[in-house]
C-alpha cells in the first residue's frame, strides 16, 4: 500500500484485519453524522500513534506520549474526514482481497 503520506500508510498498516476497518468506517461515520459541536474522537493504535477524528477533519500523530504530553503539538497529516472515511473503505477492500486499486492511494 502506498499514499501520498508515510503516515496514513502507517496508520492504515495498524488495521490490518475487516473487523478493525469495519470499526474505524463506523467511528468515521458516526462523527460525520454528529453536530460538529461534538468533541473528536481518540484512537490509540497498537504502534503508539494516534488518530483524532473530527467533523471536518482527521489528524494523524505518530506518538501517542507526545500527543498526551502536549494535545497541541502538529499533527504528522492532516485530511478532510470525509476523505479518510473513503480511504480506509479502500483500505478495507483492499485487506478483504478487493484490491480494484492496485494498492495505490493517492
Same mark, same amino acid.
Given at each position: 500500500?502506498?499514499?501520498?503520506?508515510?503516515?496514513?500508510?502507517?496508520? &492504515?498498516?495498524?488495521? !490490518? $484485519?475487516?473487523?478493525?476497518? @469495519?470499526? %474505524? *468506517?463506523? #467511528?468515521? =461515520? &458516526?462523527?460525520?453524522? !454528529? $453536530?460538529?459541536?461534538?468533541? @473528536?474522537? %481518540? *484512537?490509540? #493504535?497498537? =504502534? &503508539?500513534?494516534?488518530?483524532?477524528?473530527?467533523?471536518?477533519?482527521?489528524? %494523524?500523530?505518530?506518538?501517542?506520549?507526545?500527543?498526551?504530553?502536549?494535545?497541541?503539538?502538529?499533527?504528522?497529516?492532516?485530511?478532510?474526514?470525509?476523505?479518510?472515511?473513503?480511504?480506509?473503505?479502500?483500505?478495507?477492500?483492499?485487506?478483504?482481497?478487493?484490491?480494484?486499486?492496485?494498492?495505490?492511494?493517492?
Amino acid at each position: 500500500m502506498s499514499s501520498i503520506s508515510p503516515s496514513l500508510n502507517a496508520i &492504515l498498516f495498524e488495521f !490490518s $484485519s475487516l473487523t478493525s476497518c @469495519d470499526s %474505524l *468506517i463506523r #467511528t468515521t =461515520g &458516526l462523527v460525520l453524522d !454528529s $453536530s460538529p459541536q461534538l468533541e @473528536d474522537v %481518540l *484512537i490509540f #493504535t497498537q =504502534g &503508539l500513534q494516534v488518530i483524532k477524528i473530527g467533523y471536518s477533519e482527521t489528524k %494523524l500523530y505518530h506518538d501517542e506520549n507526545k500527543y498526551d504530553a502536549n494535545p497541541n503539538i502538529a499533527a504528522a497529516y492532516t485530511l478532510p474526514t470525509t476523505d479518510f472515511r473513503e480511504i480506509v473503505k479502500v483500505w478495507r477492500n483492499f485487506v478483504k482481497g478487493d484490491d480494484a486499486n492496485g494498492g495505490l492511494l493517492t
